[in-house]
């Protein structure tokens, strides 16, 4: 599904499709701390920015892609890794400008939206975008184990109801609907998924395979944001960053 790290799996690997694969970032903490940014950075910079600008933002996609593209073009291995990285991050960020910006009002289009790339990762894992199309994929899981969640557990049936609500009005039916999640079988549904998403990220980051590392990454931090945005939901719904 992910990458490689050629000073590490290459041995399994004819030299022609060694060639082809992307340099390998210096350490696992690189890894972490890569897929953990990139993640995380869509929460307090994005988010804003779609809501008060949201044309602005979708088309800072073209430029980011631009430098990520020379970036990967790079001779040193740690740029042309980062640029590699920010590709896939870049799919990611015009999915999200997408739905926030224009759609938000319609639950059921985020993971379509946000699964615009798909054939483009799936067919990157083979090539020298494997880390860019890992990142996007791990990223894209995540979401679609959010929005599951949240259709199944109820939460989503809420939302149009929140984001046109008044805003005196949107942070009650907010934390109300996150009350919800903590009903016996909401709460039940909620810790399954989340105890099996954590045993994806430890089975991910034991292969020796960098991009498996970068995805257990990517996908700790999207469980790890859930979880923020559930407890800001429950006792400050105003930090939510939904209304």
Known sequence: MLGVQPSLTTRALTPSMAAALPPPLAAPDALRAAGCLLVALPVFLQAPWVRLAPFSAALFTAPLLLVAVLLAQSPSQRWSTAGTLLVGFCGSWLGGCLFWGWCRLHPLWHLPIEAFALPLALGGLRSRWRLSAS???ASLL???ATDGVMAITGVMGHWTEVLEAPIQQ???L???AALGVLEPLPLAVTV???T???ILCRRFWRHPDGAWRLAASALATTLAVD???LAAALWSPHWSGLI
């Open 135 to 137: 990142f996007y994929l």
């Open 142 to 144: 995540g979401t679609a």
């Open 170 to 172: 949107a942070p009650a």
């Open 174 to 176: 907010l934390q109300q």
């Open 192 to 194: 399954t998924v989340a």
């Open 196 to 198: 099996i998403l954590v």
């Open 227 to 229: 979880g923020l945005f």
